[in-house]
Protein backbone atom coordinates (compact mmCIF):
# COMPACT_ATOMS: atom_id res chain seq x y z
CA UNK A 1 0.00 0.00 0.00
CA UNK A 2 0.91 3.49 -0.87
CA UNK A 3 1.65 4.97 3.17
CA UNK A 4 1.67 8.56 1.56
CA UNK A 5 -1.70 7.94 0.05
CA UNK A 6 -2.82 6.39 2.94
CA UNK A 7 -2.18 8.88 5.24
CA UNK A 8 -3.24 11.46 2.72
CA UNK A 9 -7.26 10.59 2.63
CA UNK A 10 -6.70 10.15 6.59
CA UNK A 11 -5.52 14.00 7.24
CA UNK A 12 -8.37 15.05 4.70
CA UNK A 13 -11.26 12.66 6.69
CA UNK A 14 -10.07 13.51 10.03
CA UNK A 15 -10.13 17.46 9.14
CA UNK A 16 -13.45 17.09 7.94
CA UNK A 17 -14.65 15.27 11.20
CA UNK A 18 -13.11 18.34 13.33
CA UNK A 19 -15.42 20.40 11.76
CA UNK A 20 -17.99 18.28 12.05
CA UNK A 21 -17.54 17.81 16.09
CA UNK A 22 -16.76 21.54 16.44
CA UNK A 23 -20.08 22.36 15.25
CA UNK A 24 -18.68 24.64 11.98
CA UNK A 25 -19.87 21.93 9.51
CA UNK A 26 -23.51 21.48 10.99
CA UNK A 27 -26.47 18.49 10.63
CA UNK A 28 -27.55 18.52 7.25
CA UNK A 29 -24.95 20.77 5.74
CA UNK A 30 -23.20 19.66 2.52
CA UNK A 31 -19.45 19.05 2.24
CA UNK A 32 -17.10 20.85 -0.47
CA UNK A 33 -16.97 18.85 -3.69
CA UNK A 34 -14.42 16.55 -4.84
CA UNK A 35 -12.97 18.45 -7.10
CA UNK A 36 -12.73 21.62 -4.53
CA UNK A 37 -11.08 19.28 -1.80
CA UNK A 38 -8.72 17.83 -4.63
CA UNK A 39 -7.38 21.45 -5.25
CA UNK A 40 -7.19 22.39 -1.67
CA UNK A 41 -5.41 19.75 -0.61
CA UNK A 42 -3.63 19.00 -4.00
CA UNK A 43 -4.54 15.47 -4.31
CA UNK A 44 -5.93 13.33 -6.89
CA UNK A 45 -9.88 12.31 -6.68
CA UNK A 46 -9.42 9.25 -5.49
CA UNK A 47 -7.73 10.06 -2.62
CA UNK A 48 -11.16 12.78 -1.79
CA UNK A 49 -13.45 9.59 -2.10
CA UNK A 50 -11.29 7.44 0.05
CA UNK A 51 -11.49 9.92 2.66
CA UNK A 52 -15.32 10.13 1.83
CA UNK A 53 -15.94 6.83 2.19
CA UNK A 54 -14.08 6.76 5.28
CA UNK A 55 -16.28 9.21 6.73
CA UNK A 56 -19.37 7.60 5.21
CA UNK A 57 -18.56 4.44 6.98
CA UNK A 58 -18.29 5.76 10.26
CA UNK A 59 -21.45 7.60 9.77
CA UNK A 60 -20.48 11.27 9.75
CA UNK A 61 -21.59 11.62 6.50
CA UNK A 62 -24.05 10.21 3.80
CA UNK A 63 -23.91 10.52 0.36
CA UNK A 64 -27.36 11.96 -1.38
CA UNK A 65 -27.35 10.60 -5.48
CA UNK A 66 -26.35 13.52 -7.75
CA UNK A 67 -26.10 16.28 -5.29
CA UNK A 68 -23.25 15.11 -2.93
CA UNK A 69 -22.20 14.60 0.57
CA UNK A 70 -23.92 15.73 3.37
CA UNK A 71 -22.89 15.93 7.27
CA UNK A 72 -25.53 13.24 8.47
CA UNK A 73 -27.97 12.82 11.35
CA UNK A 74 -25.98 10.04 13.40
CA UNK A 75 -23.12 12.34 13.16
CA UNK A 76 -24.61 14.56 15.51
CA UNK A 77 -26.49 12.16 18.19
CA UNK A 78 -24.73 12.71 21.31
CA UNK A 79 -25.69 11.19 24.84
CA UNK A 80 -24.12 12.55 27.85
CA UNK A 81 -20.93 12.19 29.83
CA UNK A 82 -20.71 9.39 32.77
CA UNK A 83 -20.22 10.88 35.70
CA UNK A 84 -16.88 11.78 37.64
CA UNK A 85 -16.57 9.28 40.97
CA UNK A 86 -16.01 11.07 43.98
CA UNK A 87 -13.08 10.81 46.75
CA UNK A 88 -14.57 8.97 49.24
CA UNK A 89 -11.76 7.03 51.48
CA UNK A 90 -12.64 4.76 54.38
CA UNK A 91 -15.91 3.47 52.49
CA UNK A 92 -13.80 0.56 50.75
CA UNK A 93 -15.34 -3.07 50.54
CA UNK A 94 -14.33 -6.11 49.47
CA UNK A 95 -13.35 -6.70 45.79
CA UNK A 96 -16.09 -8.48 43.94
CA UNK A 97 -14.35 -11.60 42.79
CA UNK A 98 -16.70 -13.86 42.39
CA UNK A 99 -18.18 -11.28 39.74
CA UNK A 100 -14.66 -11.18 38.05
CA UNK A 101 -14.67 -15.11 38.09
CA UNK A 102 -17.75 -15.26 36.81
CA UNK A 103 -16.69 -12.69 33.34
CA UNK A 104 -13.80 -15.04 33.08
CA UNK A 105 -15.48 -18.09 32.99
CA UNK A 106 -17.34 -17.19 29.53
CA UNK A 107 -13.94 -16.89 28.15
CA UNK A 108 -13.70 -20.15 27.06
CA UNK A 109 -17.27 -20.52 25.72
CA UNK A 110 -16.95 -18.96 21.71
CA UNK A 111 -20.29 -18.89 21.01
CA UNK A 112 -20.78 -16.01 23.47
CA UNK A 113 -20.43 -12.23 22.04
CA UNK A 114 -17.54 -11.54 24.48
CA UNK A 115 -18.18 -7.34 24.69
CA UNK A 116 -16.32 -8.31 28.54
CA UNK A 117 -12.75 -9.75 27.46
CA UNK A 118 -10.02 -6.41 26.75
CA UNK A 119 -7.97 -7.54 23.54
CA UNK A 120 -8.61 -7.46 20.12
CA UNK A 121 -10.29 -9.82 17.77
CA UNK A 122 -8.32 -12.35 16.34
CA UNK A 123 -8.93 -10.84 13.15
CA UNK A 124 -7.48 -7.83 13.74
CA UNK A 125 -3.88 -9.21 14.94
CA UNK A 126 -1.11 -9.52 11.60
CA UNK A 127 -1.07 -13.44 13.03
CA UNK A 128 0.06 -14.58 10.23
CA UNK A 129 2.90 -12.56 9.83
CA UNK A 130 3.87 -13.36 13.68
CA UNK A 131 4.11 -17.26 12.59
CA UNK A 132 6.41 -16.75 9.78
CA UNK A 133 8.77 -14.50 12.56
CA UNK A 134 8.82 -17.60 14.88
CA UNK A 135 9.78 -19.56 12.02
CA UNK A 136 12.35 -17.48 11.03
CA UNK A 137 13.73 -16.67 14.40
CA UNK A 138 13.69 -20.42 15.28
CA UNK A 139 16.35 -20.51 12.90
CA UNK A 140 18.32 -17.47 13.32
CA UNK A 141 18.50 -18.48 17.29
CA UNK A 142 21.67 -20.89 18.03
CA UNK A 143 19.75 -22.82 20.55
CA UNK A 144 16.48 -22.63 19.42
CA UNK A 145 15.47 -20.30 21.82
CA UNK A 146 16.20 -23.01 24.79
CA UNK A 147 18.86 -21.31 26.65
CA UNK A 148 18.31 -18.47 29.42
CA UNK A 149 18.35 -14.92 28.39
CA UNK A 150 20.00 -11.61 30.26
CA UNK A 151 17.64 -11.21 33.34
CA UNK A 152 17.15 -7.23 31.61
CA UNK A 153 15.36 -8.96 28.43
CA UNK A 154 16.13 -9.25 24.42
CA UNK A 155 19.25 -6.90 23.69
CA UNK A 156 17.43 -7.07 20.27
CA UNK A 157 14.21 -6.16 21.82
CA UNK A 158 15.22 -3.58 23.98
CA UNK A 159 17.65 -2.21 21.10
CA UNK A 160 14.61 -2.01 18.78
CA UNK A 161 12.25 -0.48 21.68
CA UNK A 162 14.69 2.43 22.02
CA UNK A 163 14.24 3.05 18.43
CA UNK A 164 11.24 3.35 18.67
CA UNK A 165 10.87 5.35 21.69
CA UNK A 166 12.77 8.20 20.03
CA UNK A 167 9.17 9.38 18.33
CA UNK A 168 6.92 7.84 21.28
CA UNK A 169 8.24 9.08 25.08
CA UNK A 170 11.68 10.07 24.74
CA UNK A 171 15.38 9.24 24.01
CA UNK A 172 16.38 5.93 25.70
CA UNK A 173 18.53 3.82 25.16
CA UNK A 174 18.13 -0.08 25.28
CA UNK A 175 19.77 -0.03 28.59
CA UNK A 176 16.94 2.07 29.99
CA UNK A 177 14.55 -0.55 29.63
CA UNK A 178 13.95 -4.27 31.26
CA UNK A 179 11.75 -6.70 29.31
CA UNK A 180 9.03 -8.19 31.71
CA UNK A 181 5.97 -11.12 31.47
CA UNK A 182 3.40 -8.53 29.66
CA UNK A 183 2.30 -4.72 31.73
CA UNK A 184 0.94 -6.26 34.49
CA UNK A 185 4.25 -8.36 35.68
CA UNK A 186 5.92 -4.75 34.71
CA UNK A 187 3.41 -3.16 37.35
CA UNK A 188 4.12 -5.79 39.69
CA UNK A 189 7.40 -5.46 39.77
CA UNK A 190 7.13 -1.78 39.84
CA UNK A 191 4.87 -1.98 43.24
CA UNK A 192 7.31 -4.39 44.65
CA UNK A 193 10.28 -2.06 44.27
CA UNK A 194 8.67 0.79 45.53
CA UNK A 195 6.50 0.08 48.43
CA UNK A 196 6.41 -2.16 51.26
CA UNK A 197 2.93 -3.57 52.86
CA UNK A 198 0.71 -0.64 54.23
CA UNK A 199 1.82 1.67 52.09
CA UNK A 200 -0.76 3.65 50.19
CA UNK A 201 -1.20 3.67 46.27
CA UNK A 202 -3.29 6.15 44.53
CA UNK A 203 -5.46 5.13 41.22
CA UNK A 204 -7.87 6.62 39.37
CA UNK A 205 -11.67 5.93 39.41
CA UNK A 206 -12.69 3.43 37.90
CA UNK A 207 -9.94 2.02 37.10
CA UNK A 208 -8.88 -1.86 35.70
CA UNK A 209 -9.74 -4.14 38.46
CA UNK A 210 -6.41 -6.42 37.97
CA UNK A 211 -4.55 -3.01 39.26
CA UNK A 212 -6.91 -3.29 42.31
CA UNK A 213 -5.88 -7.23 42.70
CA UNK A 214 -2.09 -6.55 42.19
CA UNK A 215 -1.99 -4.21 44.96
CA UNK A 216 -4.08 -5.71 47.45
CA UNK A 217 -1.76 -9.05 47.04
CA UNK A 218 1.16 -6.69 47.77
CA UNK A 219 -0.42 -5.52 51.35
CA UNK A 220 -1.65 -2.05 50.11
CA UNK A 221 -3.82 0.46 50.99
CA UNK A 222 -5.55 1.60 47.63
CA UNK A 223 -6.92 5.25 47.55
CA UNK A 224 -9.28 5.71 44.17
CA UNK A 225 -9.09 9.46 42.67
CA UNK A 226 -12.25 10.98 41.01
CA UNK A 227 -11.01 10.73 37.12
CA UNK A 228 -13.08 13.04 34.32
CA UNK A 229 -14.09 10.78 31.33
CA UNK A 230 -12.40 13.48 29.08
CA UNK A 231 -9.20 14.62 30.52
CA UNK A 232 -8.43 11.77 33.25
CA UNK A 233 -6.92 12.70 37.08
CA UNK A 234 -8.48 15.57 39.11
CA UNK A 235 -5.16 16.75 39.88
CA UNK A 236 -7.04 19.18 42.62
CA UNK A 237 -8.60 15.71 44.47
CA UNK A 238 -5.31 14.18 44.31
CA UNK A 239 -3.20 17.50 45.53
CA UNK A 240 -5.23 17.29 48.98
CA UNK A 241 -4.92 13.60 49.81
CA UNK A 242 -1.05 13.70 48.76
CA UNK A 243 0.23 13.53 51.82
CA UNK A 244 -0.93 10.19 52.61
CA UNK A 245 -0.08 8.50 49.51
CA UNK A 246 3.22 6.60 48.92
CA UNK A 247 3.55 5.22 44.97
CA UNK A 248 0.58 6.16 42.13
CA UNK A 249 -0.17 4.18 39.33
CA UNK A 250 -2.04 6.24 36.45
CA UNK A 251 -3.22 5.07 33.13
CA UNK A 252 -2.64 8.60 31.51
CA UNK A 253 -3.29 8.02 28.01
CA UNK A 254 -6.75 6.58 27.23
CA UNK A 255 -7.48 5.17 30.66
CA UNK A 256 -9.65 1.60 31.20
CA UNK A 257 -12.32 2.15 31.43
CA UNK A 258 -13.20 5.70 30.91
CA UNK A 259 -11.00 5.80 27.53
CA UNK A 260 -9.94 9.78 29.48
CA UNK A 261 -6.71 11.26 27.95
CA UNK A 262 -5.01 13.74 30.23
CA UNK A 263 -4.02 16.83 28.99
CA UNK A 264 -0.27 17.62 28.32
CA UNK A 265 0.04 20.38 30.54
CA UNK A 266 -1.69 18.08 33.13
CA UNK A 267 0.81 15.58 32.69
CA UNK A 268 3.49 17.83 33.28
CA UNK A 269 2.32 19.55 36.44
CA UNK A 270 1.69 15.62 37.51
CA UNK A 271 4.67 14.87 37.36
CA UNK A 272 5.94 18.51 38.84
CA UNK A 273 3.98 17.48 41.72
CA UNK A 274 4.93 14.12 42.62
CA UNK A 275 8.75 14.83 42.11
CA UNK A 276 8.36 17.21 44.77
CA UNK A 277 6.66 15.09 46.99
CA UNK A 278 9.13 12.36 46.33
CA UNK A 279 6.46 10.29 45.28
CA UNK A 280 6.69 7.71 42.63
CA UNK A 281 4.75 7.21 39.48
CA UNK A 282 3.77 4.04 37.45
CA UNK A 283 2.42 4.72 34.60
CA UNK A 284 0.31 2.20 32.53
CA UNK A 285 0.80 3.25 29.12
CA UNK A 286 -0.51 0.22 27.54
CA UNK A 287 -3.28 1.61 25.08
CA UNK A 288 -0.56 4.85 24.02
CA UNK A 289 -0.63 3.49 20.90
CA UNK A 290 -3.91 2.96 20.40
CA UNK A 291 -5.17 6.93 19.65
CA UNK A 292 -7.70 8.70 17.26
CA UNK A 293 -5.95 12.25 17.03
CA UNK A 294 -2.74 13.20 14.54
CA UNK A 295 -0.09 11.66 16.81
CA UNK A 296 0.56 9.53 19.47
CA UNK A 297 -0.09 11.29 23.10
CA UNK A 298 3.03 11.69 24.95
CA UNK A 299 3.68 9.26 28.24
CA UNK A 300 4.08 11.47 31.88
CA UNK A 301 7.45 9.64 31.70
CA UNK A 302 8.19 12.45 29.05
CA UNK A 303 8.39 14.77 31.47
CA UNK A 304 10.13 13.39 34.12
CA UNK A 305 13.70 14.46 34.99
CA UNK A 306 14.54 13.23 38.19
CA UNK A 307 13.43 9.06 37.36
CA UNK A 308 10.66 8.95 39.57
CA UNK A 309 8.22 7.83 36.72
CA UNK A 310 8.48 3.81 35.63
CA UNK A 311 6.59 3.48 32.26
CA UNK A 312 5.07 0.38 31.48
CA UNK A 313 3.34 -1.14 28.26
CA UNK A 314 3.24 -4.22 26.11
CA UNK A 315 2.19 -5.76 23.05
CA UNK A 316 -0.68 -7.36 24.82
CA UNK A 317 -3.47 -4.83 23.40
CA UNK A 318 -1.39 -3.77 19.54
CA UNK A 319 -0.08 -6.91 18.50
CA UNK A 320 -0.34 -10.52 20.63
CA UNK A 321 -1.87 -10.48 23.49
CA UNK A 322 -0.80 -14.25 24.45
CA UNK A 323 2.94 -13.63 23.88
CA UNK A 324 3.19 -11.78 27.17
CA UNK A 325 6.08 -9.63 26.44
CA UNK A 326 6.10 -6.11 28.22
CA UNK A 327 8.72 -3.72 29.45
CA UNK A 328 9.32 -1.08 31.70
CA UNK A 329 11.85 2.18 31.70
CA UNK A 330 11.90 2.19 35.04
CA UNK A 331 14.26 5.47 35.93
CA UNK A 332 15.77 5.34 39.13
CA UNK A 333 14.53 2.42 40.33
CA UNK A 334 15.84 0.18 37.41
CA UNK A 335 18.58 -2.22 39.39
CA UNK A 336 15.75 -2.99 41.65
CA UNK A 337 13.76 -4.35 39.40
CA UNK A 338 16.15 -6.26 37.61
CA UNK A 339 17.14 -8.22 40.59
CA UNK A 340 13.55 -9.16 41.74
CA UNK A 341 13.36 -9.99 38.31
CA UNK A 342 16.22 -12.69 38.61
CA UNK A 343 14.94 -13.69 41.48
CA UNK A 344 11.69 -14.31 40.67
CA UNK A 345 12.58 -16.38 36.91
CA UNK A 346 15.92 -15.95 36.40
CA UNK A 347 14.51 -14.46 33.02
CA UNK A 348 11.66 -14.08 30.45
CA UNK A 349 11.53 -16.27 27.46
CA UNK A 350 13.14 -15.09 24.52
CA UNK A 351 11.71 -16.51 21.77
CA UNK A 352 8.29 -14.19 21.98
CA UNK A 353 10.67 -11.47 22.81
CA UNK A 354 13.21 -11.84 19.19
CA UNK A 355 9.33 -12.35 17.06
CA UNK A 356 8.31 -8.74 18.21
CA UNK A 357 11.92 -7.24 18.08
CA UNK A 358 11.75 -8.25 14.02
CA UNK A 359 8.61 -7.56 13.68
CA UNK A 360 8.90 -3.59 15.14
CA UNK A 361 12.29 -3.49 13.20
CA UNK A 362 10.95 -3.82 9.57
CA UNK A 363 8.40 -0.99 9.87
CA UNK A 364 5.44 -4.04 10.40
CA UNK A 365 4.50 -2.59 13.43
CA UNK A 366 3.54 1.25 12.53
CA UNK A 367 1.60 -0.31 9.53
CA UNK A 368 -0.38 -2.87 12.16
CA UNK A 369 -1.45 0.26 14.26
CA UNK A 370 -2.25 2.37 11.53
CA UNK A 371 -4.84 -0.10 10.13
CA UNK A 372 -5.83 -1.39 13.80
CA UNK A 373 -6.62 2.37 14.50
CA UNK A 374 -8.68 3.06 11.50
CA UNK A 375 -10.64 -0.34 12.52
CA UNK A 376 -10.81 1.05 15.96
CA UNK A 377 -11.96 4.65 15.07
CA UNK A 378 -14.61 2.94 12.53
CA UNK A 379 -15.58 0.02 15.23
CA UNK A 380 -15.95 3.21 18.03
CA UNK A 381 -18.34 5.18 16.09
CA UNK A 382 -20.64 2.37 15.34
CA UNK A 383 -21.02 1.08 18.75
CA UNK A 384 -22.01 4.76 19.87
CA UNK A 385 -24.58 4.86 16.93
CA UNK A 386 -25.77 1.57 18.16
CA UNK A 387 -26.35 2.20 21.64
CA UNK A 388 -27.40 5.81 20.80
CA UNK A 389 -30.64 3.81 19.12
CA UNK A 390 -31.18 1.24 21.25
CA UNK A 391 -30.22 2.07 25.00
CA UNK A 392 -32.48 4.07 26.95
CA UNK A 393 -32.72 8.08 26.39
CA UNK A 394 -30.32 8.45 29.75
CA UNK A 395 -27.86 6.51 29.13
CA UNK A 396 -24.48 8.06 29.71
CA UNK A 397 -21.29 6.66 27.18
CA UNK A 398 -17.44 7.73 27.32
CA UNK A 399 -16.52 9.50 24.33
CA UNK A 400 -12.45 7.75 24.16
CA UNK A 401 -10.14 9.40 22.02
CA UNK A 402 -8.47 6.18 21.86
CA UNK A 403 -8.06 2.58 23.21
CA UNK A 404 -10.95 0.33 22.44
CA UNK A 405 -13.59 0.05 25.76
CA UNK A 406 -16.46 2.31 26.34
CA UNK A 407 -17.82 3.19 29.75
CA UNK A 408 -21.95 2.74 30.28
CA UNK A 409 -23.95 4.32 32.98
CA UNK A 410 -27.31 3.26 33.29
CA UNK A 411 -30.31 4.03 35.53
CA UNK A 412 -28.96 4.76 38.95
CA UNK A 413 -31.25 2.15 40.49
CA UNK A 414 -29.96 -0.75 37.74
CA UNK A 415 -27.46 -3.46 38.68
CA UNK A 416 -25.60 -4.50 35.87
CA UNK A 417 -24.28 -7.53 37.32
CA UNK A 418 -28.12 -9.07 37.16
CA UNK A 419 -28.00 -7.66 33.60
CA UNK A 420 -24.92 -9.65 33.02
CA UNK A 421 -26.86 -12.84 34.44
CA UNK A 422 -29.72 -12.47 31.97
CA UNK A 423 -27.24 -11.65 28.96
CA UNK A 424 -25.80 -14.00 28.92
CA UNK A 425 -28.36 -16.37 28.40
CA UNK A 426 -28.50 -14.53 24.76
CA UNK A 427 -24.56 -15.02 24.69
CA UNK A 428 -23.81 -12.00 25.62
CA UNK A 429 -20.41 -10.94 28.06
CA UNK A 430 -19.49 -7.14 28.97
CA UNK A 431 -17.90 -6.55 32.09
CA UNK A 432 -20.19 -5.04 34.97
CA UNK A 433 -18.77 -1.88 36.48
CA UNK A 434 -18.57 -2.99 39.83
CA UNK A 435 -15.54 -4.47 38.87
CA UNK A 436 -14.14 -1.25 38.63
CA UNK A 437 -13.64 -0.46 41.73
CA UNK A 438 -13.12 -1.18 46.10
CA UNK A 439 -15.68 1.43 46.57
CA UNK A 440 -19.97 0.81 46.82
CA UNK A 441 -20.45 2.17 43.45
CA UNK A 442 -20.95 1.89 39.61
CA UNK A 443 -23.05 -0.68 39.95
CA UNK A 444 -25.23 0.84 36.96
CA UNK A 445 -22.34 0.66 34.80
CA UNK A 446 -21.11 -1.32 32.33
CA UNK A 447 -17.58 -1.42 29.90
CA UNK A 448 -17.45 -2.65 26.66
CA UNK A 449 -15.13 -4.02 24.34
CA UNK A 450 -15.28 -2.18 20.77
CA UNK A 451 -12.21 -4.55 19.22
CA UNK A 452 -14.62 -6.37 17.51
CA UNK A 453 -14.94 -6.74 14.06
CA UNK A 454 -18.07 -4.94 13.29
CA UNK A 455 -20.75 -6.95 11.94
CA UNK A 456 -24.63 -7.02 11.33
CA UNK A 457 -24.47 -9.99 14.17
CA UNK A 458 -23.01 -7.38 16.98
CA UNK A 459 -25.13 -4.61 16.07
CA UNK A 460 -28.06 -7.45 16.81
CA UNK A 461 -25.99 -8.24 20.00
CA UNK A 462 -25.88 -4.72 21.04
CA UNK A 463 -29.75 -4.12 20.60
CA UNK A 464 -30.63 -7.47 22.69
CA UNK A 465 -28.42 -5.68 25.84
CA UNK A 466 -30.37 -2.61 25.31
CA UNK A 467 -33.32 -3.89 25.33
CA UNK A 468 -32.58 -5.75 28.31
CA UNK A 469 -31.86 -2.64 30.01
CA UNK A 470 -34.65 -1.09 28.84
CA UNK A 471 -37.32 -4.30 30.35
CA UNK A 472 -35.17 -3.86 33.66
CA UNK A 473 -36.23 -0.15 33.48
CA UNK A 474 -39.53 -0.64 32.85
CA UNK A 475 -39.66 -3.34 35.44
CA UNK A 476 -38.56 -1.07 38.32
CA UNK A 477 -41.16 1.88 36.99
CA UNK A 478 -43.71 -0.47 37.15
CA UNK A 479 -42.91 -1.73 40.43
CA UNK A 480 -43.09 1.54 41.76
CA UNK A 481 -46.29 2.49 40.38
CA UNK A 482 -47.86 0.13 42.75
CA UNK A 483 -45.46 0.35 45.32
Not at 54 to 73: D, H, Q
Not at 100 to 111: G, P
Not at 172 to 195: K, P, R, S, W
Amino acid sequence: MDYRKELLYQKIARDIEAQILSGTLKLGDKLPSVRALKNVYKVSINTVKQAFLTLEAESMIESKPRTGFYVSKTSQRRLDLPSVGRLQAGNQEAQPLDLIDKVFNTLKDRSITQFSLGVPAPSMLPIATLNKGIVNVLKRLPDGGTAYDAPQGSLALRRTLAKWSLDNGGPYTEDDFVITTGAMNAIYNCLLAVTKPGDTIAIETPVYFGTIQIAQSLGLKVLEIPSHPITGIDLSALEKVLTKINVCCFTTNFSNPMGSLMPEESKKKLVEMLTEANIPLIEDDLYGNLYFGKERPKPCKYFDKEGIVMWCSSVSKTLAPGYRVGWVVAGKFKEKIIRQKLLQMISTPVLYQEVVADFMEHGRFDFHLRTLRNTLRYNCRHYQDAIADYFPANTKISQPQGGFVLWLELDERLDTEKIFDKAIKYNISFAPGRMFTLEDRYTNCMRLNYALEWSDKLRFDLKILGQLVKDEVNALNKGSEFG
